[in-house]
């Protein structure tokens, strides 16, 4: 790797940055850096001459964090996406048979998760020698949520435990995975993206299989108490691989070291001096527009797609739960391939892909599905491959809106006390701000299925195949939301991108 200022013959470590006092190794900086970085002479990191940094992109080290960081995102998000099966328990069993607000307790659930990511993720990048221990009381706080709620007695108790608690644990569970992300993954980091959200996917489909099994042989308490332990173990077992790539402890003690050797050494412990005027730029609205209205409908086809497939086409509960299960396994193929993608292409030509692969599936192959089995299962492959893939896209627009790495000569080296905002767009916040839009688009979209399915015409018998099967409005609303992921193609277009 060629190191600013220096040209050197490549050492026997392969691709890794040494760095020392001589060679000025800028590109162990994550690529999110800013055009202006602040260097505080108090907060030093000290790294001794000839200290090896992992590399970007590959290696062991970047390859163990992201498989850590897919198995917290399996079991951070296995639970809400996984609910339906506690939700049917709950809705059947005492205590809670007849229940009023069952549902809101998946709604809190991914709800919270999503929309305190903003908080967690700032806490994290303006605290980052403290990140080594959100996974480990993120997953205790998961944990004993779980086992805590084996003793609820009424639905107000799962609220506040498997609804709030679980939530805000696994928020700071999943924090340090995206924060460290800008740290291990440069080139390839829609990939990475794209396979740590695969998890999610992956578990949606295995763990509903499991859960049911367990409920039907052991019954709740026991159920629950289980599923702590396992996500406890499997997480803590990972735990020690969430680390950053660069070194985050303090020394005082450094003077005049080379200023480029400093801003490897502070990257991860100095405060950037990032701001949030994004949150209200032309730019970043447009893209949140987009992503805001696709998830307030992409949600819905999971909720009713084990109703159609059983009161249309007479499908058995096996059959009927088959379609949620394809939609997952086929997610997590689509993540990986829109990771894979964004990296390559403008994310505007990234999301014109699974938006329009969305809409064709939802309004010719759901629509033809009627009378056809085989074919609702075509669409629920298609509608995980494409709809399942949209958020995979993030890192693109993260890149957008935070712009590409600085240029050498607009690297300074300022002293903490005279230095200035420059203002700059962060990444992580960037994504925090799309996981709090999709998470007010998934609360949105609960109450709003009831009144689809329910509080509009049903067009039973009235419209052409899917569309009159008392489905019809839902179809409609999950294709016309989906469609305004073509928004930001058009926009770049028009040249207001």
């Known amino acids: 790797m060629r190191a600013l200022g220096h040209h050197h013959e490549p050492s026997r470590r392969g691709s890794q940055d040494l760095v020392t006092p001589t060679s000025s190794p800028l590109s162990v900086l994550p690529a999110s850096w800013g055009h202006s970085i602040q260097i ?127 939530a805000l644990g696994g928020c700071i569970t999943y924090t340090p995975c995206i924060v460290y992300m800008e740290d291990w993954f440069v080139k390839r980091k829609g990939l990475a993206y794209g396979i740590m959200f695969s998890g999610g996917g992956l578990i949606g489909a295995l763990l509903p299989i499991v859960l049911e099994f367990l409920l039907s042989s052991y019954g709740l308490q026991t159920t629950l108490r289980i599923f702590a332990g396992i996500v406890f173990v499997s997480i803590a077992s990972v735990a020690y691989f969430i680390k950053p790539r660069l070194p985050r402890v303090p020394s005082p003690n450094l003077v005049d070291p080379n200023p480029e050797t400093i801003l490897a050494a502070t990257a991860a412990i100095t405060k950037q001096k990032s701001s949030l005027s994004f949150v209200f730029s032309r730019k970043f609205n447009i893209y949140q527009a987009a992503s805001f209205i696709e998830a307030v409908g992409f949600f819905l086809p999971g909720i009713y797609l084990p109703s159609y497939a059983r ?40 999301l014109l892909v699974p938006t329009l692969g969305t809409v064709i599936g939802v309004f010719f192959l759901w629509a033809f599905s009627a009378n056809s089995l085989a074919m609702l299962y075509e669409f629920c492959i298609a509608y995980g491959f494409f709809a399942g893939a949209f958020s995979a896209g993030w890192p693109g627009i993260m ?85 305004f992921g073509v928004g930001p193609f058009v926009c770049r277009k028009l040249g207001w991108l």
Not at 325 to 333: D, E, G, H, R, T
Not at 477 to 483: I, R, S
């Open 399 to 483: 890149r957008e809106i935070a712009g590409p790495p600085p240029p050498k000569h607009k690297v300074k080296y300022e002293d903490k006390d005279n230095s200035s905002s420059n203002g700059r767009a962060d990444p992580i916040m960037v994504f925090g701000f799309l996981a709090m839009g999709r998470g007010v688009g998934n609360i949105i979209s609960g109450p709003l299925s009831d009144v689809l399915v329910r509080g509009m015409p049903s067009w039973r018998g009235e419209a052409w195949q899917g569309y009159g099967t008392g489905f019809g409005p839902l179809m409609i609303f999950t294709g016309v939301t989906a469609f």
């Open 40 to 166: 505080s002479g108090s907060r030093l990191a000290h790294l001794h001459k000839g200290s090896p940094l992992p590399p970007v992109d590959g290696g062991r080290d970047a390859w163990l964090f992201l498989a850590a960081s897919f198995v917290v995102e399996a079991l951070v998000w296995g639970f809400p996406f996984s609910f339906g099966v506690f939700q049917d328990y709950y809705s059947t069993h005492k205590p809670f048979a007849g229940s009023a607000n069952i549902a809101v307790i998946g709604t809190c659930a991914m709800g919270i998760m999503y929309m305190a990511l903003p908080l967690t993720l700032g806490l994290l990048t303006r605290n980052p020698r403290q990140g080594r221990w959100f996974a480990i009381i993120g997953v205790i706080i998961m944990s004993l949520a779980l086992a805590l709620s084996s003793f609820s007695t009424n639905v107000t108790h799962l609220i506040l435990t498997q609804g709030i608690i679980f």
């Open 311 to 350: 009161d249309v086409l007479g499908a058995t509960s096996f059959l009927s739960a088959l379609t949620v299960l394809l939609v997952n396994v086929a997610s997590v193929f689509g993540c990986i391939a829109m990771g894979w993608i964004v990296d390559r292409y403008h994310v505007t030509t990234c």
